[in-house]
Every structure is written in C-alpha cells, then in structure tokens.
C-alpha cells in the first residue's frame, strides 16, 4: 500500500508519541498521522514538572516537546482533550470517548503510567495531591509557598524532587517513607544515605522506615499521622509512591501485557502492526537478555523514534543504555546501566564534597554508573558500562586513572 494512503495513529499525546510523530516524518512517511492526547496542553516533557516549572522557573512552553506551530508544519493531526476509550487491532480501528471510530494501518501506544493512589482515611481530602500532569503541577505551585507545611508521602524520585523543589520554595517541608532511606528501591542503601544527607542538611524533616495511618483534617488535609504515633502538621500532602503503567486500552484488546505492555526488541506488541513506546512499555532488551520496563525521559525520548522506524518496517531495535538524572539543590546527576542486582558499590571521590562518581559492580564488571556533579565523563562512562570486561575496583576508585583507559582494557 502506498504510504500516502496509509493511516498511522500514536495514542498519548506524550514525550514518546510527539517524536514518534516527528520520527516519521523524518523518515519521510507521508501519509496520515494522528496524535491523540487526552490533556489539553500540547505534548510536553514531565522532568521540569517537579523542579524548574513547579519553582516558576519555567513555562510550559519552555517543557513543551515541539514549538506550538510544529505539528500543522509537519501536518501532524494534535487531537488534544480526546481520551480514547477502546482499540480493535482486529478491525485496526481505535473509538474515541467523543464516539468517532479512527482506522489506522500502523498504531503506537504511548499512552504512559499513572500515580499510584494510597488507600489510608483521609486520602481523599482536600490537600492531598498527587503529581504526573501540568495541571498536578499548577495546583502544587498554587499550594506550596514559603507559609506551606508540606508533608511528602514517597521518598522515590517524584518525592525527592518535589521535597527539594519546595524547601528552594521556602516552604517546611517533612518526607515519610517506608524505606531506610530516600531511593533506597532504585538506587541502594548506599547512595540513599547520600540523599538522606543531602535533604537533612537542607532542613528537611525525614521519617524513614516509617508508614502513614492516616491524612487528618475536617474540610481539608491538617496533618498525617504516621505509624509510629507522629504527627505531622500539613497544608499539602504530597503523594509519590510510584507509578502503574496504564494498559488499559492494551488488556481490553487483548495484547499481552505484565508490568506494562509486552513489546519485543522492535517495540511490538503481541499484535503485528500495534507498537507500545515510554512508561508504558515493558521491553525485551537484548543486550541485557530481559524485559525492562524504563519510567525515565530517556526512554520516552528515544523509544518514540526506535518504534516510528518499526512502524515503517525498518529493521531497528531498541538497545540504548538506560539512563536517566535527576537534579536536587544544587546536586545534579546521572545513571547510567542497569544494576537491578549488584554486589559491590565504589565510589570514587568523596560524597560529602559534592562531586563524586559511583559505581555498581555485579560479578566483577561495572553495571551502572552514576556522576554526581561529573559532567566530563558521560562518553566514557557509557563505554565501561557497555563493557563486559571485569574492572577492579581499587582503580574504579582511584582519581589518577582515567576512566576512558578502564573501559578501553581490563583492569587487573
């Protein structure tokens, strides 16, 4: 079929549908495409959401993927503020909740994750918030002030950020998690303890290995009371307790799906012709040999244009580095690799002083990476990382050795 003739339509109007859309028409397809959303805004990216865009650093413009004018340049079809309510990749059609059905020839699913809800009394009032869209972020910004009393539920990536972003804020600010320390899920014991330092020094109240019994208040959210018996004061309750990818759509259809939606190496899905790309994909990998399911910008950004290529029937496949940063006070960061298990950790510099790198070995070779104020190592970095050549870790640790020389020959 002529591609002039053909329909492709992306559902999610997101970091990984826009280049998805951008990709395909860079690659020349010139048939129809569609991009559906179901928020108002135009697509935009959701890291500035918990750090320079809730600090009024920066308007959605600034976070949005495309300028306004590129989608009728490029002859993209934005549908914003059309959620779509089912897909038949029998009759390759899609129907929207407006009750339009949409035939498509090629379909990308990058329809993201959604915030993870708590469940304790007084969840629902007034207060308690949770933040994955622009519009979380405008009622945050309203909500936090220098008067706030900010109480943050998770002490996860959206927890941390937010809890950094408000204390910059000026506002009092208290973290809750179950864990010993913050991001101990995702990054271990040992760089958590850095963050618990970093946030402590900045006066953060933390409640480490402790849960919450309940969000207290009459009209709206006045304090949580956590296990323990504390009780903390609070005008805001934060809730970042992680994220479920949204399979909805893809589980009604019939496409396999466990921890998202099931995508192999070219980003498809159980269904020939159906792609799933960004939070929502659980992928196979094939240099790490397993499904990973990645809930960071990079993923989006880069998955949206491997699965408009395998759209096109290119022969791609999706093997990046993971990666992803994260920026808190004046601590900014990034991971590379894949360190789920690991038996070792080295740093190289000391954390106290702020600028540091730290690696995870797992049987002997390097899995990730993480600098922390390093911003001249990243290409070396990712050459050890994707390196399986077994490194010691006395010269991991020693400064006077390039890390450009470690990833380049076995260390013995």
């Given amino acids: 079929m002529p591609q002039g003739t053909q329909t492709f339509v992306i559902v999610g109007a997101s970091l990984a549908g826009a280049k998805a859309a951008e990709t395909l028409r860079a690659e020349g ?19 500035p959401l918990s750090k320079e865009y809730l600090r009024g650093e920066k308007d959605l413009d600034a976070a949005a993927v495309h300028p306004a004018g590129f989608y009728d340049e490029h002859e993209i079809e934005l549908r914003t503020s059309s959620p779509v309510r089912a897909i ?6 899609i129907a929207l909740s407006s009750g339009e059905e949409l035939g498509y020839d090629r379909l990308l699913l990058a329809t993201g994750a959604t915030p993870r809800r708590i469940s304790v009394p007084g969840a629902d009032l007034p207060g308690v918030l949770y933040l994955r869209s622009v519009e979380d972020a405008d009622g945050l910004r ?60 900045r006066g953060v109240g933390l409640h480490l290995g402790v849960g919450i019994e309940a969000i207290v208040g ?44 099931l995508v192999d190496e ?10 799933a790309a960004g939070d929502v994909a659980n992928a196979y990998h094939p240099r790490y040999g397993n499904r990973i399911r990645l809930e960071h910008w990079s993923a989006a950004l880069n998955q949206g244009r491997v699965a408009a290529r395998s759209m096109l029937g290119r022969d791609v496949v999706y093997d990046r580095t993971p990666y992803f940063f994260s920026d808190q006070y004046d601590l900014g960061m990034e991971y590379r690799g894949w360190a789920p298990t690991y038996d070792e950790v080295v740093f190289r510099g000391d954390p106290a ?16 990476v993480m600098n ?8 070396a970095i990712e050459a050890l990382v994707r390196t399986d050549r077994p490194t010691d870790a006395s010269r991991l ?12 020959s076995p260390g013995t």
């Fill in 266 to 275: 070219h980003l498809e899905t159980s269904s020939p012709g159906v792609f």
């Fill in 88 to 93: 038949d990749p029998g009759k390759r059609s």
């Fill in 372 to 379: 922390a104020n390093v911003w001249d190592a990243a290409d």
């Fill in 142 to 201: 309203q909500a936090i002030g220098p008067s706030a009393q900010v109480v943050v539920v998770g002490a996860g990536w959206i927890g941390a950020e937010v809890a950094a972003s408000a204390r910059q804020l000026g506002a009092s600010v208290a973290m809750v998690d179950l864990a010993a320390v913050p991001l101990e899920r995702v990054l271990g014991p040992e760089i958590g303890a850095v963050y618990r330092d970093l946030h402590a020094a």
């Fill in 218 to 261: 009459s009209e709206s959210a006045e304090a949580v009371r956590l296990s323990d018996g504390t009780v903390l004061p609070a005008s805001v309750v934060v809730v970042g307790v992680g994220v479920t990818p949204r399979v909805e759509l893809a589980e009604a259809a019939g496409l396999a799906v466990d921890n998202g939606v």
């Fill in 397 to 408: 640790a020693d400064p006077d050795i390039d890390l450009a020389e470690l990833a380049g």
């Fill in 353 to 368: 002083s702020g600028a540091f790198l730290c690696f995870w070995l797992r049987s002997g070779t390097v899995a990730a």
């Fill in 29 to 47: 397809f010139d048939g129809r495409v569609v991009l559906i959303g179901e928020e108002a805004s135009r697509p935009y990216e959701r890291p």
